[in-house]
Nanobody, 115 residues
Framework: QVQLVESGGGLVQPGGSLRLSCVASGFTFSLYAMSWYRQIPGKERELVAAIRRDFNTNYEDSVKGRFTIYRDNAKNTVYLQMNSLKPEDTAVYYC?????????WGKGTLVTVSS
């Protein structure tokens, strides 16, 4: 059974940091590109950061220099280190796995940036 389980969300003050984790099971993790998306109610889900199986990464412009995505294939886990958080980063963050035409999603974790 395929599972993507996110954790690490919560309430943080502006300028603070959080690290999100996504633990995968039920598929060959190392073959998949892994990504983090986020969604604000009423808006479309947007790509935040992605890491391919060759460990190349890409980021949405507004998070460049603040967020870092990395993966540990031995632990079947992808992380999103988020620094210098801003109120506009508030969203539900989703983990995504992609390989050819196969996609898996986690259920999301809420990040709230507020004073």
């Amino acid at each position: 059974q395929v599972q993507l389980v996110e954790s690490g969300g919560g309430l943080v003050q502006p300028g603070g940091s959080l690290r999100l984790s996504c633990v995968a099971s039920g598929f060959t993790f190392s073959l998949y590109a892994m990504s983090w998306y986020r969604q604000i109610p009423g808006k479309e889900r947007e790509l935040v950061a992605a890491i391919r199986r060759d460990f190349n990464t890409n980021y949405e412009d507004s998070v460049k220099g603040r967020f870092t995505i990395y993966r540990d294939n031995a632990k079947n886990t992808v992380y999103l280190q988020m620094n210098s958080l801003k109120p506009e980063d508030t969203a539900v963050y989703y983990c995504n796995a992609a390989y050819l035409n196969t996609y898996y999603w986690g259920k999301g974790t809420l990040v709230t940036v507020s004073s």
